[in-house]
């Protein structure tokens, strides 16, 4: 699960803030005023944003293995008032500024599973594959002060019984005087998962302990893990924008205790570049 895709709703970031590229500026007015809450509408009616994305990060959640992943990046947002319809990645929602200081969003999402070839290694060879599940999310967001240089924040995501809930509990600043959405902002978070959800990802049922040799493991509900997200947004042009995010996240002890978690902590870094239509 990557949690960063999460409040991301991507560390190249420090490369990416000395780059000698002049920023415009821009009469956008951004939904909230955060790195993390994309808005390509500049206020108002549809948008569109089409790139590519490089990911560099852990081949599944507890892996010693990485993986590279080169794959098209999108948005589509309509924007009326302070309330904006997007579809970005593997989500698709509604987002709303309530008053001055709350955020809202609501929605679907897809949520991959885990495939025994995620590992080159075969370390997860002969478990059961994870089916990937379409599951609806909610999550609320609380500025603290004038223009969002702080906030806290909750989500919760759920679905199918075999997938089962989790929490999100974070709390983030942003950095800068932009008030249009660029700039660069830092969030730690804490994850929270049901039985189900924890043992999904990391557990062996007796059928994949037969099958695999690995023993079985089961997991009960709780503290999930704690993490640390950057992200930058950066204006290239009118047009061209990027997105830059770094993020480590660490697990419970009873995760790391799980024959699926080769390490007890994974990383993320990744960097896209789109054209706004």
Do not use: C
């Not at 951004?30 to 490089?54: N, T």
């Not at 992200?231 to 002890?253: K, M, T």
């Amino acid at each position: 699960m990557n949690v960063a895709r999460f409040f991301l709703s991507v560390a190249l970031t420090g490369g990416l803030a000395t780059i000698a590229v002049p920023v415009l500026a821009q009469d956008e007015q951004a939904l909230v005023p955060l790195p993390s809450i994309l808005d390509f509408s500049q206020g108002a009616g549809f948008a569109a944003a089409l790139g590519l994305s490089a990911e560099f990060e852990t081949a599944y959640d507890g892996a010693d293995e990485t993986e590279l992943e080169v794959e098209p990046a999108g948005a589509v947002h309509y924007r009326r008032g302070n309330h904006l319809f997007f579809w970005e990645g593997n989500e698709l929602g509604w987002r709303g500024r309530l008053a001055d200081n709350w955020l809202v969003q609501a929605g679907v999402r897809n949520e991959g599973g885990l495939e025994p070839n995620d590992s080159s290694k075969g370390y997860l060879n002969g478990i059961e594959p994870r089916d990937s599940h379409v599951v609806g999310f909610l999550e609320v967001r609380r500025g603290l002060g004038t223009q969002w240089r702080n906030w806290v924040g909750a989500r919760l995501m759920g679905g199918p019984s075999e997938f089962g809930t989790l929490g999100v509990l974070a709390a983030g600043h942003r950095f800068g005087e932009q008030t249009d959405g660029t700039g660069t902002e830092i969030y730690g978070f804490v994850t929270l998962g049901n039985g189900q959800f924890l043992s999904k990802d990391f557990g062996i049922t007796a059928a994949d302990s037969r099958t695999s040799g690995l023993p079985a493991y089961q997991l009960s509900g709780g503290y999930r893990s704690t993490g640390i997200q950057l992200v930058h947004r950066r204006d290239l042009s009118d047009r061209l924008h990027a997105i830059a995010q770094a993020g480590v996240e660490r697990y419970a002890g009873d995760i790391g205790n799980s024959p699926i978690a080769r390490r007890d902590t994974e990383f993320e870094l990744s960097v896209a570049l789109v054209w706004r239509f």
